[in-house]
């Protein structure tokens, strides 16, 4: 069974751009959950979408947001970015039987924000 | 407090020693408890999951469970070069929100 992958991999962009990352879960995986990983905070979470639907959001500014398509593939989009924007963006999946499932990881995607 | 904490590191081991990596939190009604190894420039790949007090073994890897304590702990026996990486463990908050620690980096010199 294939993995979680992302898209684009790696990523350049100038302050006050915006971006969307996209991300496709493995076959039947129902939930997508976002992450941002920097040196300095670590891994934090972004939000969670499960059915199409945002279940969870975590303490980030509103240019931060998402969707999920019926097919379960999630994008994510940063808009008006900043330098502290610059991280290693991943994204999750699990199967959601219960409240909270194994979330797998994909590859990330590398922002870097000149 | 942080929801999450983990040995400061970094923790380095000589090949075959037993290396021992421990994680607190704060939610004294977390349920599920997973630790995940992450190589440099990688993204986390899930270790183990626990859900009740006691042992779970995997190969060369048990992970512990103390709720009363609210302590979880991942041992690696025979640990190998191979094993060099940073460890997380990861609490959920809600549902699909899961809360890392700040990873131990655990160096195992052949």
């Known amino acids: 069974k294939a993995g979680v992958t992302q898209t684009p991999r790696y990523l350049i962009k100038t302050r006050g751009q915006q971006v969307t990352l996209s991300c496709s879960p493995i076959?039947?995986?129902?939930?997508v959950s976002w992450y941002q990983q920097t040196p300095g905070q670590g891994l934090q979470f972004l939000f969670e979408?499960?059915?199409?639907?945002?279940?969870n959001k975590g303490n980030f500014p509103g240019r931060f947001s998402g969707r999920q398509f019926s097919n379960s593939r999630s994008e994510m989009n940063v808009s008006t970015l900043e330098l502290g924007d610059s991280a290693l963006y991943l994204c999750?999946?699990?199967?959601?039987?219960?409240?909270?499932?194994?979330?797998?990881f994909g590859p990330g995607t590398r922002l870097t924000v000149l | 407090q942080k929801e999450v904490e983990q040995n400061s590191g970094p923790l380095s081991v000589p090949e075959g020693a037993i290396a021992s990596l421990n994680c607190t939190y704060s939610?004294?009604?977390?349920?599920?408890f997973f630790w995940y190894r992450q190589y440099s420039g990688k993204s986390p790949e899930l270790i183990m999951s626990?859900?009740?007090?006691g042992d779970k073994e995997d190969g060369r890897f048990t992970a512990q469970l103390n709720k009363a304590s609210q302590y979880v702990s991942l041992l690696i026996r025979d640990s190998q070069p191979s094993d060099s990486a940073t460890y997380l463990c990861?609490?959920?908050?809600?549902?699909?929100?899961?809360?890392f620690g700040a990873g131990t980096r655990l160096t195992v010199k052949p």
């Open positions: 999750a999946s699990s199967l959601v039987m219960l409240g909270t499932d194994t979330q797998y």
């Open positions: 076959s039947g995986h129902r939930s």
């Open positions: 979408y499960f059915s199409e639907t945002q279940r």
């Open positions: 939610d004294r009604g977390s349920q599920s």
């Open positions: 626990i859900y009740s007090n």
């Open positions: 990861a609490v959920p908050y809600n549902n699909n929100d899961m809360r």
